[in-house]
């Protein structure tokens, strides 16, 4: 599980969920645009719920592993929506290989 500190404040998600968020925020920002996304939310009581974000060139999101942590929540219609909109706005797909090297990449898994 990964948490997303977003503005003064910080959500609690899986870590493929984190990762195509992050994808998906640097290609916003290097295309100059923004949007809406809703992502599966651990709550502070431990259920799981859809937080909306705004993301674009103006985000500073940065994440960070959560050690122990419960069950992460998982949507994969999420995270193809997220997939899918990085790769229409940036055709080429970003190199991770040393990046988030403690989360699977996208593909594992499916």
Known sequence: MRRIHYVNSHILTGDRTCKALLRYCRALAVAGKSDVVQ???????????????????ASEIFSTPVPDSADEPFDQQVIEYLEAETLRLQPARPAWHEEMTDVPDIGEDF
Request: hydrophobic residues 40%.
């Open 39 to 57: 992502i599966p939310v651990v709550t502070e009581g431990g259920g799981t719920v859809y937080a909306h974000l705004l993301i674009g060139p």
